[in-house]
Every structure is written in structure tokens, then in C-alpha cells.
């Protein structure tokens, strides 16, 4: 999947990028369904909807980022360097952790329900259908990223053109409804079109696991566990940074608000299929890497490689911010394209954001997440104090500025620890 060039001189960074080709078209044609879904959601719901949409769709994304970084991200990072049936045993133990992790999700869930008052419609209405959307949102990025470390691409293609297929047919639907009714069929839709994936891979090819002991369960979980306590730390405290400003918006501001930044940021969300493509391959390749010819080797290629990817990134966000409001008119219309400030501070905001994230790579690959979570800790912390004040006082702005000291200090504290640790591996 990602042929690093090696040579006298030692990796190759534009021919590994492009060997990784293969993932980026699938990440681009992800990206291109998801930036069309949600310019249609914005025009089927209105911004006020699109936005309280959101609230919910963060909070079920935000489940499935936590048990992805809990379980099967380390699970993933810890087989690369495992084969046969020990591999099959770490990903079969790491399927029963996520089916557990769901089991629990949808028994709050269930309780959430029950303390509802019985006059709580809006709410009581909604549950349910995010109820379905977690379970099938859990379950379809947990097959994914199986097959993607597999490297059965041609499944992945199937799976996914299943998924939006689905959706694309089913979208038409939500004309029909309006206000919370709207909210809840579109949630609904998304499900429905992540089950009809889910039953499709279950014909075409199911991701090979093996049968596992409770022997075999227990050695791997405490495993997993080691790297992923860390990494579960810092996916809660990096969605907190995340989505503190924006809940804490929509709750001071308003849900219209929640969907404008929501908007640019999937306008700016172009970039993402090389990033989520590396999030698939790096962690990977810089173990093996080092397997082959040490730490040093290996980091010092892959800070090669980070420089051009980010290189390449910098430069499409430039573009993106100076046409950022005739592409606001041209996609969703002349409200959002009044506001294209908002995208171009989301520009902004993603430079620091790109320096932590490509920082994160290397550090999970070596086991050191731990320096991931000190530094997301710091940042919460800051965002805690800072984001009622700056939201309440400057509306929009306040959350955008909040967004933006967040990112920069997450991603100064990460470097300097990134810093101590290479220096420990280089030596």
C-alpha cells in the first residue's frame, strides 16, 4: 500500500507519496460523498437544522474517534509488527473490545432515554434514531479500518460506494419533514445507509478474524490496553479541545453559528483525504521501518516525509482562503457566503492543527502516546477556562479565536515533547 523508494540516500518523500495513491483516490472519493451530503444537508435543513444535526453527529463521531484511539488504533500499531495467527488473535481480541465498547454506548443511551420526561419530545424523538447511527457509525469505521490495514482495497471501494449509493438515494426523504422531524430522518438515513454497507461487506468479504481464547483475549487486551490508555486519554481530551467551543456555541450563540463553522469546515475538509490516508499508512510503515533499519533511520525519513505533505497542504489551504467566498456562494449560498471570514479563520486555525497531527504519527508509532495526552491536557485545560468568556463576549468570533489558541498550544507543547523523545531515539 505505501512502497517506501529507498535508496542510497534513504526514503524517497514524493515517491512515497505517491505510492500511496491507491488510498488517496479512496479517501478523495470519501471526502467528495461527504462534502456533497453535507452541502445537501445544509440546503435540505436550512443552518438553524443543519446545525442542531450536528450537535448530534459530533457526539456520535466523537464515541467512535474515542474507541477507534482506545482499541483499534494501538491494535492496528501493535500488529503491524506481529504475523499469521498471532496477528488474527490481537485483531479478533481488539473486534470483541469494540463490540463491548458498543454494548455500552447504547445501554447510556437506553438511560439517557429513561430519565427523560415524558414532555420531552425533541429530545425523546431523537434518540432513537442516534441510537442507530452510533451502533452502525461504530461497527462501519471499525470494518474499515480492518480492511485498510488488510490492504484489501477493492473491498473498501465496494463497501463504500455501497454506503453513499445508499445515501444518495435516500436523501430526497428529508424534503418531506421539517424542524426536529428533519433531524431525526436524516440521522435515520445516515444509519440505514451504513447497515445497508455493513450487510453488503457481509456478503462480499468479511475482514478475517480467528476464534480466540481467554487466554489469548487477556494477553492481547492488557496490550492494547497499555498503548490505547494513553491514546484513549488523548482522542477524549483532543474531542473536548475539539468540540468545546462549538457545543458551547450552539448553547450561547446558536445552532446557525454551529452550522457555519460546521460548513467551512467541510469546504476546508479537502485536504483530508491525504491526511486520513497517512492516519491509515504511517503509523504502520514507521514500524517497520525502524524493524528494518532502527529509530534513527526512521525517524529522519519520516520527518522528510511530513515536511512535503504538509508542504503540499499549506499551499491548497492558501488557495482555499483567498476563494473561500465565491466557493461559500457557488456551494451553499449567499447567507454562508456573507460570512466567509469564518472559513478563512478555519484556514488559519487548520496550520497548527497540521503540525500536531503529523507529530502524533511518530510518537504513536514508538509507544510514547503518553506525550500526546500531557499536551492535549494542557490544552483543555486553557480551553476550559477560556471558551464561556470569549463565546459569550464575541459571539462567532469568540469561538473561532477559542478554536485557535487551543490548536496553538496543543501544538507547541506536542513539539517540544516530540523534541525530548527523538532526541532519546536518535542517540
Known amino acids: 500500500m505505501l512502497q517506501l523508494a529507498l535508496g542510497k540516500s534513504g ?3 514524493f515517491a512515497a507519496i505517491a505510492a500511496t495513491l ?8 470519501n471526502s467528495a460523498c461527504n462534502f456533497v451530503l453535507t452541502i445537501a444537508l445544509v440546503r435540505l435543513l436550512g443552518l438553524a437544522e443543519f446545525g442542531h444535526f450536528t450537535i448530534y453527529f459530533i457526539v456520535a463521531q466523537s464515541a467512535v474517534a474515542f474507541l477507534a484511539a482506545a482499541l483499534v488504533m494501538p491494535a492496528v500499531s501493535i500488529a503491524a509488527s506481529e504475523n499469521g495467527e498471532s496477528r488474527r ?21 437506553g438511560l439517557v432515554q429513561l430519565g427523560l420526561t415524558a414532555t420531552d419530545n425533541t429530545h425523546r424523538l431523537l434518540l432513537l434514531p442516534f441510537a442507530a447511527l452510533f451502533a452502525t457509525m461504530v461497527l462501519n469505521d471499525f470494518a474499515r479500518r480492518l480492511l485498510l490495514f488488510n490492504r484489501e482495497l477493492t473491498v473498501v471501494w465496494v463497501f463504500d460506494v455501497l454506503r453513499f449509493g445508499a445515501l444518495g438515494s435516500m436523501l430526497f426523504w428529508l424534503g418531506n419533514f421539517a424542524g426536529p422531524q428533519a433531524v431525526s430522518s436524516a440521522m435515520l438515513v445516515l444509519a440505514i445507509a451504513y447497515a445497508i454497507a455493513l450487510a453488503g461487506l457481509a456478503v462480499v468479504s468479511l475482514p478475517t478474524l480467528s476464534a480466540i481464547t481467554l487466554a489469548g483475549f487477556s494477553h492481547w487486551a492488557r496490550r492494547i490496553a ?5 491514546l484513549s486519554a488523548s482522542a477524549a481530551l483532543q474531542l473536548v479541545d475539539d468540540n468545546i467551543f462549538i457545543l458551547v456555541g450552539s448553547a450561547v450563540v446558536g445552532t446557525e453559528a454551529v452550522g457555519l463553522v460546521r460548513t467551512g469546515q467541510t469546504l476546508i475538509g479537502v485536504v483530508h483525504p491525504l491526511f486520513l490516508a497517512l492516519e491509515h499508512i504511517l503509523p504502520r510503515r514507521i514500524g517497520e521501518m525502524a524493524s528494518r533499519y532502527g529509530w534513527h533511520r526512521a525517524l529522519q525519513e519520516y520527518a522528510r516525509l511530513a515536511t512535503a505533505v504538509a508542504g503540499g497542504m499549506l499551499l491548497i489551504m492558501a488557495g482555499l482562503a483567498i476563494l473561500a467566498q465565491p466557493l461559500l456562494a457557488l456551494t451553499v449560498g449567499a447567507e454562508a457566503a456573507s460570512h466567509a471570514w469564518v472559513m478563512q479563520a478555519l484556514c488559519g486555525i487548520w496550520v497548527p492543527y497540521l503540525l500536531f497531527s503529523m507529530l502524533t504519527f511518530p510518537l504513536r508509532a514508538v509507544e510514547r502516546t503518553r506525550a500526546i495526552a ?11 477556562v477560556i471558551v464561556l468568556p470569549l463565546v459569550q463576549h464575541f459571539g462567532i468570533a469568540g469561538i473561532l479565536a477559542g478554536m485557535a489558541i487551543a490548536q496553538i498550544v496543543s501544538a507547541g507543547l506536542l513539539a ?8 532519546e531515539f536518535v542517540q
Open 374 to 384: 500531557l499536551s492535549l491536557t494542557a490544552t483543555v485545560l486553557v480551553a476550559l
Open 11 to 13: 526514503l524517497q518523500p
Open 226 to 230: 497499555r498503548t490505547g490508555k494513553w
Open 89 to 109: 488473535g490481537l485483531l479478533s481480541t481488539a473486534g470483541a473490545l469494540v463490540g463491548l465498547g458498543l454494548l455500552v454506548g447504547i445501554g447510556v443511551i
Open 416 to 423: 517540544l515533547q516530540y523534541a525530548k523523545v527523538r532526541r
Open 22 to 29: 491507491p488510498v488517496i483516490l479512496n479517501q478523495v472519493f
